[in-house]
């Protein structure tokens, strides 16, 4: 049976002689029930994908990884709302690794009540989510919100030159915002996010569709074509006059309903180098 | 614009020429957070994906999609413990459809708290889950439990021939357990099949392990090594053994530290053939 | 450093004393080069991820998991054309193993040429496909064949109620077939199912589409509205009628354009109990 | 039935009124059978999932999806060895879809023959790579290469605390290499990348392992005990000196043998901003 001797060795502290300072140490696929706030103020309890880390001097052989997890259990087990505290998880983090920077990911997803457009039924609707966040040696806190919306596109090109009907198909709109001013003052909501980008779309997609919301959404997808390159411009324009959004990438797929493969655009600005 | 004539034609009541009565039909992929009882009495609100039909009657053209989703809507909405009621969900179900059997499986991410060995530390670790059950026209209901289980394994033979140490790695071990006679008086309990698989594994895995804990899950995996062929025989003796549970599948696959592809083993017995 | 004291214990030749037989025991996610005959007598070599597998007499503790990545490394490079000779492929594996039975699945993208409906221009399509083969201890061998197809379907419903357009979308089209009789003289080919399976959809989808064939594909979709009830059913009048299939399961899942959850059917007739 | 009307409308080809100049737009998820060169003069045929797209200028509305499945399957059908040959590939998807930037990326199974280390078996490993490249407006190309090696960590914690054995498991390096002087003279080949991140490994993995190799692996990691910081220190240590590499990126990710979850290292130098 195994015996203790008190006290065992703490390798991670040993020192390292190949002098190479690491930008990124921790642990990741982390799951871990974590608490989000809803833009009405209420919180939401979601099941979280985590990656943890910590930037690791040259000196130093390795990090403590045991650590990460137990600040996680904490403040998954106090409800802490961590969506609107990222920077100061971060602080602590640093300070319990003794690092001079700190990174999370957590990805989700995150319910939002969707109504019908005519029958006026409301039903939960799956986003995947994620927030990142970046402290950095300057003390500085870089934040990220991750969001794939789904919607429909309608193809402009088919509904042109055909005789009657026009392919259309679910597509994702994925973004990824810089939000260098997120402050509980001044939020950038996960909500607010959705919204926006329905917009672009031919349509939005729903949970529940009862007939006359069926053929609302078929006739507005008819009424509203667009391609890849329409719905990523729309997104453009949205990102750029969003209040809280200094940088984005966006990303928009379709699942074409005439192919196997996929309609793609992609675009970035303004995204920090570091 | 969108004019609705109404009463706007019920194309899904159509009859069918075919003479082709199906088995299942419905909506998959379906995300909606549910309530699932602890063992403790507490109940966890987990983030599901689900699939729920119906069969389909040889002279229907099409099931009704949308009522689906305002089914599940309304039991997430009133935090219904869906795990313990899957029978009479399932009864709802086939009465709002007009069918003659029903037919749900929900798989989510269960998050048990589980305990360090040496160090005490509590902290919440994930186990994929699912639920399913089937509603048959006889009115009799099956009812499956699904989880996989992460542990550890020791190849007995890397022991044996080294002079020291001995590979080991991931390892998951799937089971899909039939439950004929699940009650709320005699209950399977997911606490009880994880604290079951571990007994079967070279080592548990935790998801805090301090220098001590450590020290000790090598030693006993060390101490206990078992190939695939080991893990799946002292599953299969612990669940012929369970009471409550009438027939299982079972799986063990192991993440070889050694090569790139697993080790794998799989066993069925009482199964029901439909 | 190492020394090896010949010979080495064979540990996986150990007794066992549990007493419990295993149904399959081997290796999973190997990732080999083969080589799979095409209708037109070609050979098509394809990347195939393989689980590979024997029975286990409740005497001996463990198998020899090299012997079957040998035996899959030989075919491979000796260039056997394994999807007509799988039989022959799992007696060899018994005879190796020591075993009563033996049990192969190979998982690989096929290729498949296909043409645009009006501007006849040619290009590769992949399918998901796979062999599964099981070689029972009474000698008798059962062959499947999988094959993942997308198509489009365009709503029936949606067609009817809205003024002008439908909602349509790519589909996936699953099926398993028993090919109880599979033998090089009565085949039942990829390709054949591939264009069997074409059949059911409100359209086919193509990778190469000019403008032309895009009107077409159009205008078909909205003249064949089908749900995924309608597929389904005429799938199973296809497979019902296709010689050298002796059982199939069979599933069909739309990814909605209008909802980010799936339309799912699913129906199975005729497969092998054991 | 559907008529054709020649010629159709050009609808990508209408002018757009956004002003948005787009980066990115073209398809994704492509499967198309593709030719890499080996680093023995040998011809490797893989299974590729491709996205190619082009930048697309403010005035135009859309950009021809067709255009890109043509030259990629005119590029299949040729057996052209594109992994040699991406700059001329670009310019000539620039100069079909008459785009400023073009940009393409393939990802698919590399087979490498890895002969065991004892008993001297060769057998093919699947590696997954990917082979990046960016035709610029500048004219300039960016070329990367991406591999993901399996390879096995053994803790040196574990190790240096418990009486006997540690725990070991299956890790995998991620690196990305940015190849600016990527030239037919000077190459940077797949099979020396390969066999440079072994060297960062506690011992290397296999397809095939006969006793005397399994305890030489055994013992080998045993005596090679390394953190996920130890693998990454190594690599970035090899990256930095090896030849034709300018820039990387890399990520190891340890499937910890007693968590459900990983330990995780990133660090990235020299990559090029845009």
Redesign the interface.
């Known amino acids: 049976?195994?015996?203790?001797k008190?006290p065992?060795?703490?390798?991670?502290a040993y020192p390292?002689h190949?002098g190479?300072a690491?930008?990124?140490?921790?642990?990741?696929?982390?799951?871990?029930?974590l608490v989000i706030l809803q833009k009405d103020g209420l919180k939401q309890?979601?099941?979280a994908k985590i990656?943890l880390?910590v930037d690791?001097a040259k000196e130093e052989?390795?990090?403590h990884?045991?650590r990460f997890?137990?600040q996680l259990?904490e403040s998954?087990k106090n409800n802490d709302v961590l969506s609107i505290k990222l920077e100061s998880f971060l602080q602590e983090t640093r300070q319990r690794l003794g690092s001079q920077a700190a990174q999370i990911k957590m990805e989700?997803?995150f319910?939002y009540d969707k109504k019908s457009p005519?029958s006026d039924?409301?039903?939960?609707?799956?986003y995947n989510c994620a927030f990142e966040a970046k402290l950095l040696p300057t003390d500085q806190t870089q934040i990220f919100m991750s969001l794939e919306a789904?919607i429909?596109t309608?193809?402009?090109?088919?509904k042109?030159?055909?005789?009657?009907?026009?392919?259309?198909?679910?597509a994702l709109i994925r973004v990824k915002l810089f939000l260098a001013s997120q402050t509980e003052q001044q939020m950038v909501w996960i909500e607010d996010v959705i919204e926006a980008l329905d917009q672009a779309a031919s349509?939005p997609?729903?949970?529940?569709?009862?007939?006359?919301d069926?053929?609302?959404?078929?006739?507005?997808?008819?009424d509203t074509p667009k391609?890849?390159?329409?719905v990523?411009?729309?997104v453009?324009?949205i990102l750029r006059d969003q209040k809280g959004v200094d940088g984005f990438e966006v990303e928009v797929?379709a699942?074409?309903?005439?192919?196997?493969?996929?309609?793609?655009?992609?675009?970035?600005e303004s995204m920090p180098?570091v």
């Open positions: 049976m195994t015996t203790i008190l065992l060795e703490d390798v991670q390292d190949r190479i690491l930008q990124m140490v921790g642990v990741s696929q982390v799951q871990m029930p309890h979601v099941a990656r880390s690791l052989k390795g990090t990884l045991s997890i137990i259990n998954s989700f997803p319910f005519v039924f409301f039903a939960k609707m799956a789904p429909a309608l193809c402009p090109c088919s042109q030159i055909s005789d009657y009907g026009a392919h259309n198909q679910r349509c997609v729903y949970p529940i569709l009862k007939r006359a069926e053929k609302y959404v078929t006739e507005k997808a008819y391609f890849v390159e329409d990523i411009r729309d453009i324009g797929e699942l074409e309903s005439i192919h196997a493969h996929n309609a793609w655009a992609y675009h970035t180098v």
